[in-house]
C-alpha cells in the first residue's frame, strides 16, 4: 500500500471491555513498532516485531496487553478489560528491515484514538 | 534508564527567524539520534538522520547537529514559514536493534 493503515480510527469503548487496533505495514517492510502516545505525553514503545516474531516486547504496561502478526504483514494489538488510563492513541510504524545496525527510517501510521469511558 | 529531554514549552518565532530547538539525553550515546515533525492528529513523519560520527546534516532548510560530548542535538529550521508550525519530535537508536526511544517533543510556532 501506499503507505501505514490503522483501523479503526477512533473506538470509544466501556471500561472493562476487550478492543483489538489493527495496523497494515507498507508492503514488504519487515520491522513494525507500536506505540502509545497519551496528552502531554510522548511516544511510549510497546512492541517490536521482526516479521512475526517480536524479540522485544518489554513495552507492554501490563498483561492486559498483546499483539500479534500473521504473514510478516497485518498486526493487531489487543487490550484486554480496558481501563481509562489506557485511553490514548495508538501508533504503528513500520520500516524496511529494522534492526542489523544500520538505522531504517520509521513510517507512521495516522494512529487509532481510544477512549475509554 | 536513558532519559531524552526536549524543551517542553512552545517555542514561538517570527516568520523569517531560525528556530532553534534542543534535544538533550543522558547515558550512553546513540548509533543514530532522528528528527520527526508531528502534526496535530497526525502520525510523526521522518526528517532527518544524524550518526554518532557526524557533526551536522543537512537538508534544505533544516540543519542538525550532534555533540556527543554535550549529549545533546539542535534542530535548526532557517527562514522559518507558518507551515513550519508542528510538534518535533527526536529519536535515539541504539545500534544493532531498531529500538527507538522518542522524546516528548516541542512544539514550534511561527507567527506570521
Known amino acids: 500500500g501506499a503507505g501505514v493503515s490503522q483501523s479503526p480510527s477512533n473506538k470509544v469503548t466501556e471500561k472493562g471491555k476487550d478492543v483489538e487496533l489493527r495496523c497494515d505495514p507498507i508492503?514488504?517492510?519487515?520491522?513494525l513498532y507500536w506505540y502509545r502516545q497519551s496528552l502531554g505525553q510522548g511516544l511510549e514503545f510497546l512492541i517490536y516485531?521482526?516479521?512475526?516474531?517480536?524479540?522485544?516486547k518489554s513495552g507492554l504496561p501490563s498483561d492486559r496487553f498483546s499483539a500479534e502478526r500473521t504473514g510478516g504483514s497485518v498486526s493487531t494489538l489487543t487490550i484486554q478489560r480496558t481501563q481509562q488510563e489506557d485511553s490514548a492513541v495508538y501508533l504503528c510504524?513500520?520500516?524496511?528491515?529494522?534492526?542489523?545496525?544500520?538505522?531504517?527510517?520509521?513510517?507512521f501510521g495516522p494512529g487509532t484514538r481510544l477512549l475509554v469511558l | 534508564s536513558q532519559k531524552i529531554e526536549q524543551n517542553s514549552e512552545a517555542l514561538n518565532i517570527q516568520e523569517g527567524k531560525t528556530a532553534t530547538l534542543t534535544c538533550n539525553y543522558t547515558?550512553?550515546?546513540?548509533?543514530?539520534l532522528q528528527w520527526y515533525r508531528q502534526d496535530p492528529g497526525r502520525g510523526p513523519v521522518f526528517l532527518l538522520l544524524?550518526?554518532?560520527?557526524?557533526k551536522e546534516k543537512r537538508k534544505e532548510r533544516l540543519k542538525v547537529t550532534f555533540d556527543t560530548t554535550l549529549k545533546q542535538s539542535l534542530f535548526h529550521i532557517t527562514a522559518s514559514q507558518p507551515a513550519d508550525s508542528a510538534t518535533y519530535l527526536c529519536?535515539?537508536?541504539?545500534?544493532?536493534?531498531?529500538?527507538?526511544?522518542f522524546g516528548i517533543g516541542t512544539k514550534l510556532q511561527v507567527i506570521p
Open positions: 510504524a513500520s520500516s524496511r528491515r529494522g534492526g542489523g545496525g544500520a538505522s531504517e527510517t520509521q513510517y
Open positions: 508492503s514488504g517492510h519487515t520491522a
Open positions: 516485531f521482526q516479521g512475526n516474531s517480536a524479540p522485544d
Open positions: 547515558n550512553y550515546s546513540p548509533a543514530y
Open positions: 544524524i550518526r554518532e560520527n557526524e
Open positions: 529519536a535515539l537508536i541504539y545500534g544493532g536493534y531498531q529500538k527507538v526511544t
